[in-house]
C-alpha cells in the first residue's frame, strides 16, 4: 500500500498530529528502486502489512445489523488479523445474537479465522470485569451499559487478555468488504510509519456515500464530524494560541491504536467515544497538564495519524433523529474540556442551539469518563469467561 507522506505535522507538547495522507495506491507494488520509494510516498509491502496484521486484534462492535452486512464485514478483515465481535444486539422477539454466531462459525468453518465474541449484556462478563478491577462500565442493573463505547472497551480489554499489540475497530454496518479490506490495510502502514510506541491512526472518509434518486451521491463531508472538527480545532487554539485546522478525525470511528496507548487512554461512553479521546490527549499530553497521568506517553511523545482511504463509506442508514443526539455528545466532549473558556463553550452552545440539539439554557451532556485499564488483569476477565460465560465464542487457531 502506498500513501502520501504527511506534508504537515503539528506538534504539540508531547503529541504529534499529522495532516491528512491519502492513499495512493491500494497495492504499492515493490518496494525498492525508483517506483518503490519515490519522494513524498510511502510503500508499505504487502509483507510487511501482513506482519503487523498478525499482531492486531479487529473489534468489531454490533447492534442488530443484518448478518449479511457482518459477513461482509468479517470477508473484507485481512486473514491475519484476530476478530474480536462485541454484540449488543437484542434477543427479545428474534435472538439475533444466535444468528450472529451461526454466521461467525459458518464463516470459521470456511476460513478457519480464529475469532472471539461474546454479548455485552452477559452476566459472566460484568462479573469477570468487576473481579478484574474494572466496574466503570457497568450499570446499575448489574450489566455491561448499553452503549457502542462500552462495547469498544469491552473488546480493548480482550484483546489485551489475548496479547494483541495493535488493536482497530470496524463498524459492522459497512456495505463494502473492500473499504473495510483497505481500512485495516491502512491501520497498519500507520504503524509502519509510527517511531512512538504510542501510536493511533484514524480515519477520514473521503465521502459519506448516499444513495440519491437514482445515482450515488459523493458528500464530501458528514455533518456531525465536520461541526465536531471546527470545535476540536479551536480546543487545539487554546493551546497553542494559533488556530489550525490540523484535526480531521474527530469522529473517526474506525481507528486504531498500539495496545501500549490504548491501554493508557481514558474513554468515554457511547458515541461521544472518539471525539473524547482527541480531548483526553490535548488536555493531559500537550505539556499543560504538569503531571499527566503517564508521563512517558509526554517523554516518548504520542503520534497521531490521519489518513484518507481511496474506497467511499457505505454505511447503514439510520435516519435523522439520532443526528442531533450525536451532535450534542461530540460537542459535550469540547465543552466540558477543562481547556474551554467561556468563549469557546458559549460558541458551542449557540452552534447546538442553531441545529436544534439543544434547548436555550441547557447544557451538552457532560462525557462519562472511564479510567484507563492498564492495571486490569484482562488476562483474568478472559479465564472467568471462559469458565461462566454463556455467550463467548472463542475459537483459537
Ligand atoms: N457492541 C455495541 N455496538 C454498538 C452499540 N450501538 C451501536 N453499535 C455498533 O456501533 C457501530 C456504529 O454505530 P452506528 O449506529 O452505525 O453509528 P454511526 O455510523 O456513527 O452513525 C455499528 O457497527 C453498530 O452496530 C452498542 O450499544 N454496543
Ligand atoms: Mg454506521
Given at each position: 500500500m502506498r500513501l502520501e507522506m504527511p506534508r504537515y505535522m503539528e506538534r504539540l507538547g508531547g503529541v504529534k498530529f499529522y495532516g491528512i495522507q491519502r492513499v495512493l495506491e491500494l497495492t504499492g507494488g515493490i518496494t525498492t528502486g525508483p517506483a518503490g520509494d519515490a519522494p513524498g510516498t510511502v510503500n508499505v509491502s504487502r509483507a510487511d502489512l501482513e506482519n503487523l496484521e498478525s499482531e492486531m486484534a479487529i473489534i468489531v462492535p454490533v447492534k442488530d445489523e443484518n448478518p449479511k452486512l457482518l459477513e461482509g464485514v468479517l470477508s473484507g478483515i485481512p486473514h491475519e488479523a484476530f476478530v474480536i465481535i462485541v454484540s449488543n444486539s437484542s434477543h427479545d422477539v428474534i435472538d439475533r445474537y444466535r444468528v450472529e454466531t451461526d454466521v461467525v462459525f459458518q464463516f470459521y468453518r470456511l476460513t478457519r479465522r480464529p475469532f472471539l465474541m461474546i454479548h455485552q449484556k452477559d452476566k459472566a462478563l460484568a462479573k469477570a470485569l468487576a473481579e478484574a478491577g474494572y466496574p466503570y462500565i457497568i450499570g446499575e442493573d448489574g450489566v455491561v451499559r448499553n452503549g457502542k463505547g462500552e462495547g469498544m472497551i469491552v473488546g480493548l480489554i480482550l484483546a489485551k487478555a489475548l496479547g494483541k499489540r495493535y488493536v482497530g475497530f470496524i463498524d459492522s454496518d459497512n456495505y463494502i468488504p473492500g473499504s473495510v479490506n483497505e481500512y485495516v490495510d491502512i491501520y497498519a502502514a500507520g504503524f509502519y510509519m509510527a517511531k512512538s510506541r504510542y501510536a493511533m491512526v484514524r480515519l477520514k472518509w473521503p465521502y459519506k456515500t448516499k444513495f440519491v434518486g437514482r445515482r450515488f451521491y459523493f458528500r464530501r463531508r458528514g455533518r456531525v464530524s465536520e461541526i465536531t472538527n471546527k470545535y476540536m480545532n479551536m480546543l487545539v487554539a487554546r493551546v497553542t494560541g494559533f488556530e489550525s485546522?490540523?484535526?480531521?478525525?474527530?469522529?473517526?470511528?474506525?481507528h486504531a491504536m498500539t495496545m501500549e496507548l490504548a491501554e493508557r487512554m481514558a474513554y468515554s461512553s457511547g458515541f461521544s467515544i472518539e471525539p473524547y479521546e482527541v480531548v483526553h490527549l490535548l488536555e493531559n499530553y500537550t505539556g499543560i497538564e504538569k503531571s499527566p497521568p503517564y508521563p512517558e506517553m509526554l517523554s516518548e511523545g504520542v503520534e497521531v495519524f490521519q489518513v484518507e482511504p481511496r474506497n467511499p463509506h457505505i454505511h447503514e442508514e439510520r435516519g435523522e433523529e439520532h443526528i442531533p443526539r450525536m451532535m450534542a455528545a461530540s460537542l459535550g466532549t469540547i465543552y466540558h474540556s477543562r481547556l474551554a473558556d467561556e468563549d469557546l463553550k458559549a460558541r458551542i452552545i449557540d452552534e447546538l442551539i442553531a441545529r436544534r440539539a439543544l434547548k436555550a439554557g441547557e447544557e451538552p451532556p457532560k462525557p462519562r469518563v472511564m479510567p484507563p485499564?492498564?492495571?486490569?488483569?484482562a488476562k483474568k476477565v478472559l479465564e472467568t469467561l471462559e469458565a461462566e460465560s454463556d455467550t463467548l465464542a472463542f475459537l483459537e487457531d
Open positions: 485546522d490540523i484535526i480531521q478525525t474527530s469522529n473517526a470511528g474506525e485499564f492498564k492495571d486490569v488483569d
